[in-house]
């Protein structure tokens, strides 16, 4: 198993990827474009498989496995007492919190587990604009919100990608989370 610390994810490659994988409502109705088509139109020929490198993919795994490998990559972080740790497989990522599970992206995903307001209170800690954007996909929110969500989703992601990105993505990603 590699282990992360939050640290350790601060590179482009691991933010295309999560993104394009983690947001499977991120849809923008108006656009007709998802998040994931976002990431891949504009990235991924310039990374190739580095994903699959960092998930532990091989040639069989979603079939074998349901894309679930013995020794995940497991990013681990103490918040608040807590113990946050996500694990990254080729067909899924898991969220745990004290090892039970709060959500996973997979194909049979479990997300909007967490509120927004809580998910956004990250952002005061060391490594505040990872968490954040690690936890995201696990957010819910109301109509009011969709606004500043958007404004802060597209400021965090700056960090990231150019500007016009951001606010595209942003968008798919408040359609999902509403």
């Known amino acids: 198993m590699n282990k992360l610390r939050v640290e350790d994810i601060d590179c482009l490659n691991f933010w295309i990827y999560y993104f394009g994988c983690c947001y499977p409502n991120g849809y923008d109705e108006e656009q007709d474009i998802s998040v994931s088509e976002l990431m891949e139109e504009l990235y991924t ?25 013995d020794n995940p990559t497991t990013l681990e972080e103490a918040l608040s007492g807590k113990i946050l740790k996500i694990e990254f497989h080729p067909g899924d990522i898991l969220y745990f919190i004290n090892d039970e599970q709060i959500g996973c992206t997979g194909p049979h995903w479990e997300l909007k587990t967490i509120p927004y307001k809580e998910v956004a209170q990250l952002l005061s800690l060391k490594n505040g ?50």
């Open 45 to 69: 020929e310039k990374i190739g498989n580095w994903w699959e490198k960092f998930t532990g993919y091989y040639e069989g795994v979603l079939d074998e496995n349901d894309g679930y490998v």
């Open 129 to 178: 604009q990872q968490l954040f954007l690690l936890l995201l996909p696990l957010a819910f929110i109301d109509g009011e919100e969709r606004w500043s969500v958007r404004k802060r989703i597209t400021e965090q992601m700056k960090h990231y990608f150019s500007e016009d990105l951001c606010e595209r993505v942003s968008g798919c990603i408040v359609a999902g989370l509403a």
